[in-house]
């Protein structure tokens, strides 16, 4: 960081603005908006600005720059046209131990003016410190049209409920107070426009604390690896979480995107090697929830594909906890995209099958004949460990020798290594690779399109 982003409190000191730049006219409007006193330097004032003239927060000084004008300013602006009128006010103002900024010449600046996005009492800025203006813009543009007015609203109720709020306790339950209001029904009657209502429910929870709801779960699938496929809704609710639960199949780079004050803890599980067993999972996330936490469980993938979610909201359900559930990219479609191997196909596959390699029984006792049909892609989530059988098994049952087959290694992330062959021939390949990180394996003749559509090869092409 290069700068230091900071808000000011300016009241009633001046801003002196010299020359009359394009610019300079955005700069002026913003700090008017402010409720900043402007003192103008121009000769003579040309078209664009004679709003200006008749200002009650606006001096005018029709002459040329003297230094004495800048005696007392709280900021400077050099906004002339002409670079030696530039350098003559930001020499003067050096001298005086002003900070300056210097229209289009960001590396002798000592401050910038941001993009803003305006929720008043909330106001969001963004700067590139002059280096990539077009990006800025372009951010602000797509934050302002994320960002609903009624956070403006919402941020005046909070104002008006702060210090009532201490009667809730510690800064933990108090957190996790606001946290529900910007979440739950609260904030969306704000978001709706029914502000005195919202005002009325504050009320009540906070003559009633006991009415406040325990602790929540929100189920979360953190995709296949890459922190940027994660859904809008999984990041919102990873930012709020007081703990989090993940799996070993979530990328560092996700669990990195958690709030950095929750507690975080690895309950990952892979083939033989258990951090906790899946019942002492589930009694974990309910006695946290019971506390009255909001406990983000994060599982790679999708939750509800081969990732257990359906045993862990069953017991949540039983004890009676509030849960949500948030959909991830499965690794089946995450990693295959990235491998550029279509699932279906017109030419090539009509069907797919998603299959388990890991079996509960600890034996891959699978309808091999139902597998082995036509036109279909399969997909052996967890089939690392078994690809020797299920390679042997497919073969046995009809498919033939040279039938393609892939494995995709920490698809989706820059680690990602995809590895094509056929069934006969890709177990020694996948040996001598020495393939061990997560891994999927896809069979069918859509991995014959990897030739011509593979697009991500990060660090290998191991075809």
């Known amino acids: 960081m290069h700068s230091l982003p900071v808000f000011l409190r300016l009241g009633g000191r001046r801003v002196v603005v010299v020359g009359t730049h394009p610019v300079a006219r955005r700069r002026i409007d913003r700090l008017l908006a402010a409720g900043v006193p402007v003192e103008l330097v121009a000769q003579p004032l040309p078209a664009g600005f004679e709003h200006l003239r008749n200002h009650a927060a606006v001096?005018?000084?029709?002459?040329?720059f003297q230094p004495s004008q800048l005696a007392g300013a709280a900021l400077v602006i050099a906004a002339s046209e002409d670079p030696e009128a530039n350098d003559a006010v930001l020499v003067a103002a050096r001298r005086q131990g002003l900070l300056v900024q210097v229209i289009g010449r960001e590396a002798e600046s000592d401050f910038f003016f941001p993009a803003i996005i305006d929720r008043a009492p909330m106001i969001?800025?963004?700067?590139?410190?002059?280096?990539?203006?077009?990006?800025?813009?372009?951010?602000?543009?797509?934050?302002?049209a994320?960002?609903?007015?009624?956070?403006g609203q919402l941020a005046e109720l909070f104002a008006r409920y702060r210090r009532r709020a201490d009667v809730l306790g510690d800064r933990p339950a108090r957190r996790r107070?606001?946290?529900?209001?910007?979440?739950?029904?609260?904030?969306?009657?704000?978001f709706a426009g029914r502000t005195e209502e919202a005002a009325a429910d504050i009320e009540a929870l906070l003559n009633k604390p006991e009415l406040m709801p325990r602790g929540e779960v929100y189920l979360v699938g953190a995709g296949p690896g890459?922190?940027?496929?994660?859904?809008?809704?999984?990041?919102?609710?990873?930012?709020q979480a007081d703990v989090v639960l993940y799996d070993a199949l979530v990328s560092p780079a996700v669990v990195d995107l958690v709030r950095p004050e929750a507690e975080r803890i690895h309950v990952g599980k892979r083939a033989s090697r258990h951090t906790l067993p899946q019942e002492d999972i589930n009694g974990l996330m309910v006695r946290l929830a019971e506390s009255g936490r909001r406990v983000l469980r994060l599982k790679?993938?999708?939750?509800?594909?081969?990732?257990?979610?359906g045993e862990e909201i069953a017991e949540l359900a039983e004890a009676g906890i509030a849960f949500q559930v948030v959909p991830g990219i499965?690794?089946?479609?995450?990693?295959?995209?990235?491998?550029?191997?279509?699932?279906?196909?017109?030419?090539?596959?009509?069907?797919?099958?998603?299959?388990?390699?890991?079996?509960?029984?600890?034996?891959?006792?699978?309808?091999?004949?139902?597998?082995?049909?036509p036109e279909q892609t399969l997909v052996f989530y967890m089939g690392l460990k078994a690809m020797d059988r299920i390679c042997a098994e497919l073969r046995a049952h009809g498919l033939p020798d040279d039938y393609p087959a892939a494995l995709v290694e920490e698809g989706t992330t820059s680690s990602q290594r995809v590895l094509c062959g056929t069934l006969a021939d890709l177990p020694q390949k996948k040996d001598a690779a020495d393939i061990r990180g997560p891994s999927l394996?896809?069979?069918?003749?859509?991995?014959?399109?990897n030739e011509t559509l593979g697009w991500f090869r990060p660090r290998h092409d191991a075809r």
């Not at 969001?124 to 302002?144: C, E, I, K, N, V």
């Not at 994320?146 to 956070?151: N, R």
């Not at 890459?226 to 930012?239: C, E, F, G, K, V």
């Not at 993938?301 to 257990?308: A, C, E, L, M, V």
Request: with cysteine; proline share 5%; hydrophobic share 45%.
């Open 59 to 64: 001096t005018l000084h029709n002459g040329p």
């Open 124 to 144: 969001l800025a963004l700067s590139s410190g002059g280096a990539a203006p077009a990006l800025t813009r372009f951010l602000r543009m797509r934050l302002d």
């Open 146 to 151: 994320m960002l609903p007015a009624g956070y």
């Open 177 to 190: 107070f606001w946290d529900s209001i910007i979440s739950g029904p609260i904030g969306e009657k704000v």
């Open 226 to 239: 890459a922190a940027d496929l994660l859904t809008l809704r999984a990041l919102r609710l990873m930012q």
């Open 300 to 309: 790679g993938g999708d939750p509800f594909i081969f990732g257990r979610g």
């Open 330 to 373: 499965t690794a089946a479609s995450g990693c295959a995209a990235y491998a550029g191997i279509p699932l279906t196909h017109r030419d090539h596959a009509q069907s797919v099958q998603f299959v388990t390699g890991h079996l509960k029984s600890g034996e891959l006792d699978l309808d091999w004949a139902r597998l082995v049909q």
């Open 441 to 449: 394996l896809i069979v069918g003749n859509v991995v014959r399109l």
